[in-house]
């Protein structure tokens, strides 16, 4: 005999006496809120990722990140993962305060064999003994406060080459050279860091739409110059710490690849 689950008023399900309880790993496609029985007792529920972001007050991406931590319990049912806690589990798992800005940048020197000199030394040693958690590397260096004010306008396609020879740009994203990365650049778009006089300069002289849809070009304030004085190449930490939230999947992989391999090196 077949059993089917059966639903209450306030939209949950539970399982009809006699009925062998879901697993987590047995969800129907597309059930997100399944109460699982244990004992019969019902102590979890399931969540999809953007249920568990809103709960938590965090991005989709950080979720996801979460997971792969194992920070938060999950199993995949077709393409998507479904989060298994209780609202309790979900309140302990919010995530702490985001790394400040400087000790991500402090991050990111130390992966490019530099020494950060703007943290005090203790905090520097820190930062230095937390680069073997790659999961830990991962997330705050994703959702660390915001190491530039990034700016996403759109110029004339035939201004971006004269705009590469007007200003001086540290080039980074899909814009970087990195052939580590295994991504291939973009050519119809620039991703680069600038500094306060450059920014104005490309105001001034090309005008572009602040506001667009659809952006070409990608301009990072830096909060710390470290990165402008790195010629016109944005090391390879910078680069997949730009990627790692990026809205391709193949490409915010490819950048955890390289960060990995940066960081066990």
Known sequence: MEHHAIGRPDGTLFEPSGAAPYSPKSYP????????????????????????AERLGVSEQ??????????????????????ESDAGDLRRSRPGRPLAAAN?????????????DWVHPSARS?????LSDFNWLEVS??????????????????????????????????SANRPELDVVPSSRQIDAYVDERSLRDVELR???????ANPNLILRLPSHDWVLRQGAQAPRAVVAAD?????????????????????SD
């Open 29 to 52: 496609p597309g059930l997100t809120q399944l109460f699982l029985c244990r004992n019969n007792s019902v102590n979890m529920k399931a969540w999809s990722v953007r249920e568990t």
């Open 62 to 83: 950080r979720v996801r990140a979460m997971v792969r931590s194992g920070r938060l319990q999950a199993s995949k049912v077709g393409h998507r993962w479904v989060v």
């Open 104 to 116: 991500a940048w402090a991050l990111l020197a130390l992966l490019s064999g530099e020494s950060p």
């Open 126 to 130: 820190r930062l230095r003994r937390r």
């Open 141 to 174: 260096l994703a959702d660390s406060q915001p190491r530039a004010l990034v700016l996403r306008w759109r110029v004339l396609p035939g201004d971006l080459s004269k705009l590469q020879d007007a200003v001086r740009l540290v080039y980074s994203g899909l």
């Open 206 to 212: 090309f005008r572009p739409d602040q506001s667009s």
């Open 243 to 263: 990627l790692l939230r990026h809205d391709d999947p193949r490409v915010a992989r490819a950048a955890r690849r390289l960060l990995e391999r940066l960081a």
